[in-house]
């Protein structure tokens, strides 16, 4: 794997053909350097320069009261050729992943169920980082385990942003985290996109026509999901990685990379000789797109990495991997707040990646078996939709390369009643209103999908949904055709009350056929 | 149980005999009212209305892809009379809890391991209220699951406290958590103590004695440890907290009543014919302390309740008990943060107290054998405390009734240099440089315990050390030993620099002899 090294050496703060670091101390609030350190785990470390200690310093239960001695997990065999379909289907074997109080295994319980560091627990932290480093080797960077992705990015605001900030994030983008920004008075700057994801000449077009004079300080953090983008399922290109990464160092930007979906890629050119001769870490870290930390070398990219899609959403578990600086400082935002992730989900982890779990390579063997099912399911999504939806001229939508959303666009302007409304601050729609109304329609017909609106951080152009591929068969084939009833019920004033029955076999049949 | 109400009715927002609730909301930060509530979710309530709706709206993975089936934790049986010294010792019986994704059981794996609640799953907030109304009785209050109280705890920081506020705490206090509060500019106002903790009247005289001109706003918000408070390991009385919580209604105050050690009481008075007539949960409730929360009619109390100190700390679970108008806000803060707590203990916790585990009387029969256990070696240590060190004449600390902590207070006014100084503000002494003097002494001998300036809000009365005596027999009595050569070296400046080597063994002899 060749590594990308950025060809500009124009950023005012890189010098020695962009070596130098550039110094980050500027983007940290004011609530950051505010920050104590734990004065107790001060104290810890003095006292731990003498081993053999004795510790009557700390309020820990002794190990010998936790009431737990054996921890198991029963999971998929990875020695399956397809260990996904195996596992869904129930025709595959299992293996069981056991941790230990007082018997040997990679992470002892009487660690796992003590206090630990915000960070994590070290042999975790090594394990997440010898996997980041085997696909993104990223220079000089440190891991921080999470809470997940939310945790993380929650705590990266409040680590970057002061009141009255403003951040740049994509027009349409996850509110839900976007939104717990705005109480801590950050305001967010839209991005335009198009099919492609971030338009990286808009950023560049705000950045440069900020006036601080009269918008206050110019935006210093970018929020991105740059795989399968949450709403629009729009994965960047590298091309527009590399333009986005470079409009960061000329305006000394911090990137939050938000990539819970980087594992679920469609299309992959696995090599299945490079999986033979190297294993399937070595093979997917080939084909998966390429981060913006891989291309860090300023140390300006926090990255955050989710097990909630790719293991389960209640692990809640992830890892941030940023320059030491920032992780330092995040780490203490995490002594001083949710304190060390549980140390079930850590024991588990260090089972599953060690040697007598999955390992890495058995983990990236999942993980690839999981593209394959979940790219099946876009599949068969794309195929009804063609069909079933794209047929009546009423909706339209790109194919995802990644991750678990399709992006449907109504042609609103078949509708009816769609009309321009001529006001004072220019031309606009009833758009907003013609959606709710086809919402609420959808809903009576028993069909839940995103509408726009919900993740516009501008009010224009929210004539889309955003609807999941990754539900079952029979959720998809008839989730799209109480879609279609509902359109042409709207769009084309023709229809009827009836509820359609679909026989998902047929569908899938006449597709497969 | 008879519960207590409060006498008085003078409180200006309570009429009606006291049973009208005051208005909370003042009491919120700037935060907490700007917060909105995650838009995603927003949209399921009113989806959710119609059942049997199919959901193309969320990026959640479906359960035949969670890589696990089956969870199994082996625990101690709880048959045994005395449970936890037969689990230490190894003698006693074993049982397994056993989660399962597609098998029946407490809390499904399905559930446990997708996207849940901030405030954590009915199952298991139904499953503490019953603990909590069984123990305490709250009128009117509201569960939601924390990542332990340090979560809970810095997250009422965040709803509470607005740049510029001044919080009251006791003068020596658990500085981990209340540095945390220093970074949002929450100053902290601190209560003089005696022995047995927080002294009243001097809350009342600060509170009469404020002056909101020169002081900024008189301080809303009190936190307290009220047993085995940390670092000093009093516990209140029962006539300090009617005194106390009168106080909070006079001046409309919030209490965060943060009690991690609640569980770990000692010389409890535990009636063996109602453990047979009603169980252990019955007989704990009417032996342990009355909290804050059990006299909380005006919903004034913010009560944090963990499982670190009585299951383990990595469990990293805990529980705050609030009104529910607190309990909303809090909840949308956790949905904008950590989001839920992990799947993994949600599902173990749920197991451990529902009929395939100990149940919730089992687990009150493991707490009520807990501390039986920790009685033993606080006695233990008060013991070679009485015999090695308060014989010496140079420290002394009095017994604590419950928790993990003996605040051992240093007589240096017997230090050959000890000297008080007089300065433009007053008379002082040395004592800070002498206890610093004697910290580096004990790590030199090998031994830690935590200096009262690590917890000191004001920089007077310094001259005490936090031991725990929750550590092995061996710990406490080579700790015990290495305490008494350190002191004896410091304050009688006569000793040697031999290390003394102390059979345990013996001293336990000579103790029990």
Not at 428 to 433: G, P
Request: hydrophobic letters at 40%.
């Amino acid at each position: 794997m060749v590594f990308f090294i950025p060809s500009s050496t124009s950023d005012r703060h890189v010098t020695e053909a962009g070596l130098k670091r550039p110094d980050l101390s500027r983007h940290l609030s004011r609530e950051a350097r505010a920050r104590l350190p734990n004065p107790i785990k001060s104290i810890w470390k003095v006292a731990q320069v003498k081993p053999g200690t004795i510790n009557m310093g700390n309020g820990d239960p002794h190990h010998t009261l936790y009431p737990v001695s054996e921890m198991n997990f029963v999971v998929p065999s990875i020695e399956d050729a397809d260990p996904v379909q195996a596992w869904r289907t129930g025709t595959g074997g299992q293996q069981v992943i056991s941790s230990y109080k007082d018997e040997p295994c990679a992470l002892s319980l009487r660690t796992a169920f003590a206090y630990g560091a915000g960070a994590g627990l070290q042999h975790v932290r090594d394990a997440l980082s010898d996997l980041n480093n085997r696909i993104h080797a990223p220079p000089n960077h440190a891991v921080s385990l999470s809470l997940g992705n939310a945790d993380a990015l929650t705590k990266c605001f409040r680590l970057l942003g002061d009141p009255g900030d403003s951040f740049l994030c994509e027009e349409f983008t996850f509110s839900a985290m976007t939104n717990a920004a705005l109480p801590l008075n950050i305001d967010w700057v839209p991005i335009r996109m198009d099919k492609d994801g971030l338009v990286p000449s808009d950023m560049e077009r705000i950045l440069s026509n900020w006036n601080e004079a009269t918008q206050g300080k110019r935006p210093h953090v970018l929020y991105t999901i740059p795989c399968s983008q949450n709403p629009t399922g729009s994965t960047l290109s590298l091309e527009r990685r590399q333009q986005i990464y470079q409009i960061a160092r000329d305006w000394d930007i911090v990137i939050l990379e938000d990539d819970p979906y980087f594992f679920l890629q469609y299309d992959l050119d696995i090599s299945s000789s490079t999986v033979e001769q190297y294993g399937f870490t070595r093979a997917m870290a080939d084909a998966l797109p390429r981060s913006f930390l891989s291309m860090d070398y300023d140390g300006r990219v926090m990255r955050l990495d989710s097990f909630s899609k790719i293991l389960a959403p209640g692990m809640r578990l992830g890892w941030v991997t940023s320059n030491p600086f920032f992780a330092e400082k995040l780490d203490m935002l995490t002594d001083s707040s949710s304190q060390h992730p549980h140390g079930l989900g850590q024991a588990f982890i260090a089972e599953l990646l060690g040697k007598h779990g999955w390992g890495v390579d058995g983990f990236m063997k999942w993980v690839s078996s999981l593209c394959g099912e979940y790219e099946r399911r876009r599949n068969l999504f794309m195929e009804v939709f063609r069909r079933e939806v794209a047929q009546t001229g009423y909706a339209s939508a790109e194919v995802p390369k990644s991750g678990m959303f399709v992006w449907i666009k109504i042609h609103l302007d078949h509708h009816p009643r769609y009309r321009r409304i001529e006001n004072s601050t220019g031309a606009t729609t009833n758009t907003a209103e013609l959606m709710d109304e086809l919402f609420r329609k959808m809903l009576d017909c028993g069909l839940v999908m995103m509408p726009a609106s919900t993740f516009a951080i501008a009010d224009h152009r929210v004539n889309f949904f955003r609807a999941t591929f990754v539900g079952t068969d029979e959720t998809i084939c008839n989730g799209l055709s109480i879609f279609r009833r509902a359109i042409e019920d709207s769009l084309a004033l023709v229809g009827t009350d009836e509820t359609i029955c679909y026989n998902v076999s047929d569908v899938i049949h006449t597709i497969e056929n």
